[in-house]
């Protein structure tokens, strides 16, 4: 059974940045399709970033497009979440999930929170000055 942990989460000024992790056990995340999802208090789950299996095909939500990039090391098994000029709407709990990836273009084809299968417990993001 993959388990999905994420990591690098934290208190950050606004304009600062945060690198988050997600790491697996039970499993490589090499095959996997990767999303990464945030939450704030009192809202719906967002997706925020989508990595097909490979690392070569990415999606971005329009509010993080420019300052958010995500990468993934597959010889680490690891995804990574890079924010930079944070903001303060960015705040929030954020998740990576995972789903075995079989699509030519799997972030075009999968879409919102529903169809992956794995996710972790989330790290926190706080943006405060």
């Known amino acids: 059974q993959l388990q999905l942990v994420e990591s690098g989460g934290g208190l950050v000024q606004p304009g600062g940045s945060l690198r988050l992790s997600c790491a697996a056990s039970g499993g490589t995340l090499a095959h996997y399709g990767i999303g990464w999802f945030r939450q704030a208090p009192g809202k719906e789950r967002e997706e925020v970033s989508c990595v097909n299996s490979d690392g070569y095909s990415t999606e971005y939500a329009k509010s993080v497009k420019g300052r958010f990039t995500i990468s993934r090391d597959n010889t680490r098994g690891t995804v990574f979440l890079q924010m930079n000029s944070l903001k303060p709407e960015d705040a929030g709990i954020y998740y990576c999930?995972?789903?075995?990836?079989?699509?030519?273009?799997?972030?075009?084809?999968?879409?919102?929170?529903?169809?992956?299968?794995?996710w972790g417990q989330g790290t926190q993001v706080t943006v405060s000055s």
């Open positions: 999930a995972a789903k075995w990836d079989t699509w030519p273009d799997f972030c075009a084809v999968v879409k919102g929170a529903e169809p992956y299968n794995y």
